[in-house]
Structure formats: structure tokens, C-alpha cells
């Protein structure tokens, strides 16, 4: 979920190279996304492609299967085959870049995921603070524009309401969780992603100044590498910081660009 409107993700949906492999497997599932999208049941059927092979649906004898008995572990965690077609989906994350960026002219943008990344970084070297959970902290930055896998750019140019909007990021969420297959594991995901969306804790009002601390830093990048003035991306971003670690690291990276900005016009 991006807090500054105009750094979107490119829309994944019409420009992925899938393997063939499972090509067939998402283009049913895109029918069942565009189903869920417009209300619809989705057809079990559709959620049914899969490649089934006897004897490896488990999968799972590193993991734990905490709260589950052995002879269940679907019911806890999800065998290989949905595991596999849930980090397929995931590449897009990879490959869809931050539409922001390539709206600035920005080439080699950002990925959803370099974005993730950083921020899970972030959360990894962040100071300890009095009951917060770095390690929910790091989950939540890993999940927390999981969604924009599905639905991809939707920006306030699109003319969709904010509700409509989130309406479809958690149907997309949904989706995605089914593909994982449900159980525990999906549903962390879930609980990870709608704290972050309604800022319902500590750890999400931390996570929720990394997503613009390392918007305002990657701004601060491009500025150097190609030239550019971003300003939006500080406005946007001024005031807006929960924190004190937020409030920290942004005022580091203003007073770098300062700093650069003088440097200039001293040449
Ligand atoms: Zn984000």
C-alpha cells in the first residue's frame, strides 16, 4: 500500500511472460480474480489447476507444523504445489515496477519488491523500542503491497474511490491466500496485511514510516543518479511520520538533500 498517491505499481495483469507451465494455471486463476473482483463466486474449479503429484503434496518436512498433527499439515501449512503457484505470483512483485518513478522518467525503476525489501531491512536494523516487535515489524514490510501482485496500478487519476480501491486490494489479498491454499500461514498474511492497513499497532505505525522513509530515500537517489527534482514525493511526506525512528531517518536523508542542493549551487 503506497501512502504517497502518485508512486503506483505499473499494472503486473497484461505484460507477464508466465511458463507455460503455468500459464494455463493463472490464466483460469485470472478468471477467478476477475470473478472475485465483480462479486462472483469463484468456481472451485478453477482454483483446482494444479499440478497434483502423489507423494509430494506435503512437502513440509523442514517445517514446523506448529498447532497441527503430522498426518494434517494442509490444514496448517501448504503442500508444494500451492507454494509453488503462490511465489509464481509473487514474481510480479518482482517485475512490476513502481509507477511513480517511471511517470518521472525514471529507466530501471524500482520494483514493488526492491521496495519491500528495504523496508524489511529497515525493520531488521531498526533500534529496539519498548514493546514493539521488530520481527512482526520485518513480516509486515514483506506483505504489506503483497496485494498490488493482483491488482496492480490503481491511482487517484483511475478515479476510483479509496473504498472500491481497498475493496480490491483485500479481494486480491484473498485470492492470493487461497492460491497459497489457505491454512495458518495464509492466514498471518492476512492478519500482517490488514494491520497495516488500518495502522492498528506499533509495529504498523513503524512500518508505515519506512514505506515513506524509503520512498523519500529512493527519491533522494534518483535525484543524484539522473538528475531530477522530485519534490511531490517530500511534500507529501512532510508531517506525516508516526515515529520517532520515522521522524529520525527522514529528517537524515532532508538534510542530505539539503546539503546536495546547496553543494549545486555553490558550482
Ligand atoms: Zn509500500
Not at 70 to 77: D, F, N, R, V
Not at 82 to 87: A, E
Not at 92 to 101: D, N, P, V
Not at 244 to 254: L, T
Request: charged share 25%; proline share 3%.
Amino acid at each position: 500500500m503506497m501512502t504517497n498517491s502518485s508512486v503506483r505499481c505499473a499494472s503486473p495483469l497484461h505484460h507477464q511472460s508466465l511458463p507455460s507451465r503455468f500459464a494455463l494455471a493463472f490464466f483460469n486463476r485470472s478468471l477467478l480474480t476477475k470473478s472475485v473482483f465483480f462479486g462472483a463466486t469463484p468456481s472451485p474449479r478453477l482454483v483446482s489447476v494444479r499440478s497434483q503429484t502423489p507423494g509430494s503434496d506435503h512437502g513440509s518436512g523442514s517445517q514446523r507444523s506448529v498447532g497441527f498433527s503430522e498426518s494434517t499439515p494442509s490444514a496448517g501449512i501448504a503442500n508444494s504445489s500451492s507454494v509453488i503457484d503462490f511465489l509464481t505470483l509473487c514474481r510480479r512483485l518482482k517485475t512490476t515496477k513502481r509507477k511513480g518513478w517511471v511517470n518521472h522518467g525514471i529507466r530501471g525503476a524500482e520494483s514493488i519488491a526492491d521496495h519491500m525489501y528495504r523496508m524489511a531491512i529497515m525493520a531488521l536494523i531498526a533500534a529496539d523500542l519498548p514493546g514493539l516487535n521488530r520481527e512482526r515489524c520485518i513480516k509486515i514490510a514483506l506483505v504489506h503491497d503483497i496485494a498490488e501482485a493482483i491488482v496492480g496500478d490503481i491511482t487517484p487519476s483511475d478515479g476510483v474511490p479509496k473504498e472500491e480501491k481497498s475493496r480490491r486490494e483485500q479481494a486480491a489479498l484473498n485470492e492470493m491466500c487461497e492460491i497459497l491454499g489457505g491454512g495458518m500461514r495464509a492466514e498471518e498474511i492476512k492478519e500482517l496485511w490488514a494491520e497495516y492497513e488500518n495502522n492498528s499497532s506499533l509495529e504498523a505505525n513503524l512500518v508505515k514510516d519506512f514505506d515513506k522513509v524509503e520512498m523519500i530515500l529512493q527519491a533522494l537517489e534518483y535525484e543524484m543518479e539522473h538528475g531530477k527534482v522530485l519534490d511531490e514525493f517530500f511534500i507529501s511526506t512532510a508531517g506525516k511520520f508516526q515515529t520517532q525512528i520515522g521522524k529520525s531517518w527522514a529528517a537524515e536523508i532532508i538534510l542530505r538533500r539539503k546539503s546536495l542542493s546547496a553543494q549545486r549551487l555553490r558550482r
